[in-house]
């Protein structure tokens, strides 16, 4: 067993070393660029890219025409968010005062941020509030559209807590009412079998870093449909159909097909495991006094705890807890020590919010690992409460 032990899957993912593998191959073999038509190598790296193209699509019962690959979630977020908005018409300050938006006040920074720079500029957001379990009803979505409103962002699966969205339900009603609906699925993407065949969801966000492909490569879904466009925002060669310039990274894009591939492969059997190493991990804790489970449990994806440690202060905990590698909250925001604002969203004291641990499973979690991390907690909550 390696130490520290991994528990942080969350914030990223081991690169599988078949995803790995299949990278070496296309650093070595379809190095040339995609865009180059004038030579075999162009047309092989092409050929690659396209093929990963399929494996995306494959994976979100997608057509692979509506694959934008981009630099991970953060930048898709921003695509979807700004390019839709921009391609309504609602570019400067004058129009953008004309537009609303509905979100959440749990989105992850990069749509939140978004937003609130455009907010700025006069857009106008409703930030819904999630319930103390981290829950947003489709109802209350409903009940925030305006006339105006032309775009619903909400995520498919909280990062901090794991928590799910009722996106199945809530992506038809909007598609009723002809309103544009994105999706942020960086923590959903290889871990829920998401069917964008049957489910009307208009823009989504993904990230291969999450589901054990590399870093600094990710897409954006774009559904083909009358009425639905996003302008660029990185202008250019007019690669991907005109929607983001720039040289394709033939072997990153190799290797987000290669970690899709192996997720469609392996998907219910692996959710199945991790949920069971989940499950482990907290009958082992649980009896501990003075604990809470952050985020419904049963609304959640299998990966994810999100606990708090009553009168014990996170940041000492996590230091105390040398041998396991873990989050207090979100690690995208790791540089700030402010409570958690996922977790003062669903109601949480800063003195609770400060004493939550997130520990993420994943596909190289093993039961030997739970266990120690299970010796670990105990020993060191109780030591600490002890002397304190
Ligand atoms: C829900 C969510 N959205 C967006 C991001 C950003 O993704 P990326 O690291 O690919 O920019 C992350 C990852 O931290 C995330 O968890």
Redo the contacts with the bound molecule.
Sequence with gaps: MQKPVYLDY???TPLDPRVQQAMLRSMEETWANPASRTHVYGWQAEEAVENARNQMADLLKADSREIIFT???????NLAIKGLLESKGFVDSSELKKAHVVSSVI?????IDTLAQLEKRGLSVTWLQPDSQGLISVDQVLNALQDNTVLVSL?W???EIGVLNPIEVLAPRLQEKNIVLHV????AVGKLPLDLGAIPVDLL??????FYGP????ALFVRRRPGLSISAQIHGGGHERGMRSGTLATHQIVGLGEAAALAEANLLAESEKILALRTRLLKGIESLPNIYINGSLTQRVAGNLNVSFGGVEGETLLMSLRDLALSTG???TSVTVEPSYVLKALGLSDELAHSALRISLGRFTTEEEVDFAVNAIRQTVAGLRAAS
């Design positions: 969350a914030a990223t630099s991970g979630a953060t930048e898709s977020n989105e992850h920074k990069a749509v995520m699966v909280n990062n942020d699925a960086a923590q966000s993904v990230s291969a870093h999450k870093k600094g490569i990710g979100s690690a995208c």
